[in-house]
């Protein structure tokens, strides 16, 4: 089975929905309903790995409390390996408000707590015992977490997976070392390189840009309706979405990537698996919530050899 190393963030999620659009400040505007689910980027990922048959092990860190009680007996009940786990005594789990529009969109604010304790000290006897296809990080960790699991990466020639979100100011992509693949949403793309994605030539002007600026083997975009764009250095290519009437794609980027590194490590065909990644994709942001929503890969592959035949 093959195996991937996720380092990063778990959060508890509130999420709120049916709001009609982002409010002013000093302004309140009402929503139509709300729940609490689980998440995180790195939890997420980690989930959407594991329901893609995938042997996941995560690193991270919960508060001692009983959101962070609750979510690694939620964890250990889908088999994730949670052995390197850290329980921070006088931290608070992360937590995240996420505020889901009608048109399924989303915007959120997010507490770290426990998430800035995330421990890499023994990463490379991990790495070691686990010999992982990839180590998967994201940036909802400190900024000097991230150096130390990239130079551990670059050191032991592990794969490194930086899937480039959220914005995190004051990040050097270069401080990362070797990238296999970085795939930041328009937004953190936008953050990151200053372009603002208005047309197809501002999307490869993107994708450019965060090559320059980074030693990434391939630029993978999430764009959303757009679809995806690869760019290897030479050339890039427009892959498009598939049409759905979503509800929540809080969760969406996390599928993304995940189902992407699935069908890859089958295949080795990166065309295939950004096809793959994004009928997945859209099968995540028909339903509400975030590790919730996210399909099995019997549910993608069902659905996925129909629509072939």
């Known amino acids: 089975m093959k195996k991937i190393v996720v380092i990063g963030s778990i959060n508890i999620d509130l999420f709120i ?15 139509e309903s709300y729940e609490y689910g689980y998440g995180g980027k790195a939890a997420n990922q980690a989930i959407a790995l594991n329901k893609m048959d995938i042997k996941t092990y995560l690193i991270g860190s919960v508060g001692k ?46 507490i770290p707590g426990a998430n800035h304790y995330v421990d890499v000290s023994e990463l490379e006897k991990i790495i070691t015992e686990i ?17 130390s699991i990239a130079e551990i990466c670059n050191s032991m020639n592990v794969k490194l ?21 970085l795939s930041p949403n328009q937004s953190e793309a936008e953050f990151l390189t200053g372009i603002k994605i208005e047309s197809e030539q501002s999307i490869y002007e993107t994708a450019l840009t965060l090559y320059e600026n980074s030693n990434s083997e391939y630029i993978l975009l999430k764009l959303g309706e757009q679809g995806s764009y690869l760019y290897d250095g030479q050339k890039g290519e427009l892959f498009p979405s598939y049409k759905v009437n979503a509800v929540d794609t809080t969760a969406a980027g996390d599928t993304f990537i995940a189902s992407f ?12 698996s950004i096809d793959f990644a994004s009928y997945a994709s859209s099968i995540c942001v028909t339903k509400k919530g975030a590790a919730e929503s996210i399909p099995s890969y019997k549910e993608v592959m069902d659905g996925y050899q129909k629509m072939e035949e």
């Not at 050097?172 to 990238?179: A, E, F, Q, R, W």
């Not at 590194?261 to 295939?272: A, G, M, S």
């Open 131 to 147: 010999n992982p296809d990839f180590v998967l990080i994201q940036f909802e960790i400190l900024k000097e977490t991230i150096y």
């Open 161 to 181: 997976v930086v899937d480039a979100g959220p914005p995190l100011p004051g990040l050097d992509l270069n401080k990362l070392g070797k990238i296999f693949i």
């Open 17 to 31: 929905y049916g709001i009609e659009r982002i409010p002013r400040l000093n302004e309140a505007v009402l929503g």
């Open 65 to 110: 409390d009983e959101y962070g009680s609750n979510y690694l007996n939620y964890l250990d009940g889908l088999n994730i390996n949670t052995d390197h786990l850290k329980v921070v005594e006088k931290e608070k789990t992360g937590t995240a408000v996420i505020n889901i529009m009608n048109n399924g969109e989303y915007f959120s604010t997010t």
């Open 261 to 272: 590194l699935k069908r890859y490590l089958e295949t080795q065909d990166i065309p295939k």
